[in-house]
């Protein structure tokens, strides 16, 4: 759709897959991103990421639905 990510910062340097979505605001809850994540619907740096805990460092972009969120480590 569009290259241009929302660049979501961290606190750490890297965040697992289902807490980035509720921060990026992608979801609205923990229960949210278990269904989304289960059925596909996400994709991490283009490929589908069906790992709720899969770690995601800087630069790491998440598309689901359309929108874009990129990872942005401030450590």
Same mark, same amino acid.
Do not use: C, Y
């Given at each position: 759709?569009?290259?241009?990510?929302?660049? *979501?910062?961290?606190?750490?340097?890297?965040?697992?897959? $289902? #807490?980035? +979505?509720? +921060?990026?605001? +992608?979801?609205?809850? &923990?229960?949210? %991103?278990?269904? !989304?994540?289960? =059925? $596909?619907? !996400?994709?991490?740096? $283009?490929?589908?990421?069906? @790992? @709720? &805990? @899969? #770690? +995601?460092? =800087? &630069? =790491? !972009? !998440?598309?689901? &639905? $359309?929108?874009?969120? #990129? *990872?942005?480590?401030? %450590?």
């Amino acid at each position: 759709m569009s290259d241009i990510h929302e660049a *979501v910062p961290i606190r750490d340097e890297s965040i697992r897959l $289902g #807490q980035f +979505l509720k +921060l990026a605001n +992608l979801i609205e809850s &923990g229960a949210e %991103a278990k269904e !989304v994540i289960a =059925d $596909g619907l !996400v994709s991490v740096n $283009g490929e589908v990421e069906v @790992r @709720r &805990g @899969r #770690q +995601l460092r =800087d &630069g =790491d !972009v !998440v598309a689901i &639905g $359309g929108m874009t969120a #990129q *990872v942005s480590s401030q %450590a």
